[in-house]
DNA sequence: CGCAGTAACGTAAGTGCTTACGTAAATGCC
DNA sequence: GGCATTTACGTAAGCACTTACGTTACTGCG
């Protein structure tokens, strides 16, 4: 599933549903078992229940609403007949929820139901391995003493001024390379025999002709690549750049790009080109901003199908304090 | 908190407020940290970037929500400029959503934010020993394979036909019968000073004077108690008669009244009474089912503030096959 | 080919909450 | 004792979904 993959990060959105397909069992269960209630009216009619009359601010802070969610749903269940409502005595702003009779009578047939729902979702909640309930408890304390939002202020500072660790090809990283390329491949393009060849043995195809492949790291997770394959003696090709969807905005394409432009300076490099896309705008201004210019016609033998774009390196082009407001008309023009 | 100690059955509200709270938590770190975005449109937003131009219904199969969800969510961004729609070529019902190169670009800017948020809520998710992350996966699993469900409806076939025990009293259950007896006395009443010392003490109050404690279990776990009080020789007073709140329903209550007649019938005893409040319907009813009538006036020596009821055990007066329909009028008359 | 069945998806209305706001009563403070 | 502040809580409006339903387009089958 799609949420999964994303991890933490679409962890609101998986509590929700969550949180929704539970009511829903919930109210099964209780229709089967032939109650007529509701599962969201269970904090207010269960308070009632074990704590006896109380005011709607009572109720509302004991189980975490607004007062308006408390007082609407008051009202409805009075239209029902679930409970009663009258003044306090000592404060004519309080009103004292009751259950009434008929209610309480109704709640007190429950506890079979509740049972087997509390014991089904226990079974649930420990199987793998850990504990739901558990869980939550730590995640809601982080929650409630404002520990996650500091943690994410924490996190974010450090990350601003983050390193990303420009490092050389290893074996063992060989498939963070087809990985990061297999993913921005198949999302705009598909994946052709020569990118089978290449990404499946980089040794054979990149570092063995005499080529380079960089990573970009970091806190040592692999979250970006590019490839400087060797065409010919002092001929270069600045390929296979990839920089994982979820790590942009740390700058890592910049600095596998000047890694690759400073490995084929230490090659003694004549001639880098690249080919690309006019559908990657963002990778195109990487380009520009580092020194590479259009060219109009593929070079001979030009490599991919989806290669509409072609750029050769210019180091004297290299707009080095880095053109933030490079003028986007520009793109648009080279992109036609 | 109240819901924390209501277990399982409360789970569905407390995933519902974490949602929220991560969902807020994710929009002020978007906030902070200057992007202009709603936590919300997380998943649609994502699916797009990840995956590149979809359809309604393939976004909405994909995040788990109904289609006019997604459909109403493209409206909006479609509005604030974030995706652009284009009716699919092949077929002119499916509309094509795609992200625009703006908001490519705004996307490709997130990453140290999500970063950030990602690794504070993992922080938080594996703090206390399991992970929320795993945890929550194996119960999404049970959701959607049914199993949950199953499993309720297994439990409550079970527990309909599941038989309460009533056991004598045991010295490592006497910290239940004050656990027991507290809930009810602090719900309706206050604890009386006698209530303080008969519960502190069962042994030496109720047991070692001649009298006996019963306990009524469901599968090993005590759920319910009563008491027979030796006054005299001959004489017993039934008290402290308490069914745990949340196991109304399975008959306990009628069990240990049962129990506690057959006690006092093998005392071979002559009179057997009790001191009730007429706050206290559904347990009045229980008496009079089981053979109690009610006395005008109090017994010389009344041991309760609260009593305002007082029944005697007359055994020809109890209505065996149990007076479901038994007129609540009757309740009504005896409560004035 | 014609036509029933189904898929895509927009619109409307409902739901369970929220925030924003207003009013009346209680409280604190000089 | 008067008056600003706070508290209780109802109402209104908004939001992120949902279910229900209708329209249009595609698909499969005789």
Known sequence: MFLHAQGELALGSRLKAVSESLYAAANAA????????????????????????????EIAAAIGQTHPAVSQLAAKLRAQGWITRRTDRSD???????????????LDRLGPVWCAIRRAAAAASSRGGGNLLDALAAFEADIASGRLAA????QHARLKGATIEIAPYRRE?????????V??????????????AVLGDPQAHVIDPGGAILFAT???????TCALLKEAPGVYELSKMAVESGFRGFGAGRKLLDGAIAEFGRRRGRTL???SSKR????????????FVHHPAPRPGSHYQRADVYMVYEPEKAARPRAKAAPRKHLRVVGR
């Not at 970091?218 to 970006?224: A, K, Q, S, T």
């Open 92 to 106: 004519a702003r309080r009103g004292v929820l009751e259950l009434t009779a008929d209610a309480e009578r109704k």
């Open 280 to 291: 990657l705008g963002p990778a195109l201004q990487l380009y520009e901003s580092g020194g």
């Open 30 to 57: 209780y229709r089967e078992a032939g109650h007529d209630l509701d599962a969201h009216w269970f904090p207010v009619l269960r308070y009632l229940q074990v704590r006896g009359p109380a005011s709607v601010t």
């Open 183 to 196: 993913e921005w491949l198949q999302r705009w393009f598909t994946i052709e025999d020569l990118d089978r």
């Open 173 to 181: 990283w060989a498939p963070h390379f087809e990985r990061l390329n």
């Open 151 to 154: 943690d994410i202020r924490a």
């Open 273 to 275: 080109f690249l080919e």
């Open 218 to 224: 970091l806190d040592g997770e692999v979250i970006g």
